[in-house]
């Protein structure tokens, strides 16, 4: 696993709408993405920039409350499971999501995933968000092996 890169500074919505389409360029079934880091820091606006890049007409909602939100063609070029674990309180109700049922032909993106076990998704492209002095955000990556020919996002 490589270390963080140089961080991204994502300095408003719009910024981070393109870089979540930018970041679809470069998905292929069977990728997972983690999204780490405080509330309002970005993680949903760049999943809806990744989501409306791979097709989604409209506004993805936030799984907060659903939990698992899944999409599938003709509405996006692939099926995307997109997770919310903020409110998963104990790890082993993960199990009981069925997200490994089609791992290998969808892509998975998992926000708050420090409420997994450590190492649950090994080969995930982990993102984790913070908040910058001036109010952007910076963005660092942890990139696994099979992403490491496709990272950065040029």
């Known amino acids: ?10 300095t408003d919505p719009d910024t981070s709408d393109r870089f979540g389409a930018a970041l679809a360029k470069l998905i292929v079934p069977g990728d ?3 999204l780490a880091g405080p509330l309002g820091a970005g993680k949903t606006s760049i999943v809806r ?3 409306a890049a791979l097709g989604l007409a409209g506004e993805a ?3 907060s409350f659903a939990i698992v939100q899944p999409y599938a063609p003709p509405d996006t070029i692939l099926p995307v499971l997109h997770v919310d674990l903020y409110r998963i309180d104990d790890p082993n109700e993960i199990a009981e999501l069925g997200l490994d049922d089609a791992a290998a032909e969808q892509l998975t993106i998992v926000e708050w995933p420090e409420r997994a076990p450590a190492g649950y998704w090994p080969d995930a492209l982990a993102l984790t968000l913070s ?10 990556a942890l990139v696994p092996a099979p992403w490491r020919a496709r990272w950065p996002l040029k």
């Open 1 to 10: 696993m490589n270390g963080h890169n140089d961080p991204v500074v994502l």
């Open 32 to 34: 997972v993405i983690t």
């Open 49 to 51: 920039g990744l989501l």
């Open 61 to 63: 909602p936030s799984p």
């Open 131 to 140: 908040f910058t002095a001036d109010g952007g955000r910076a963005l660092t």
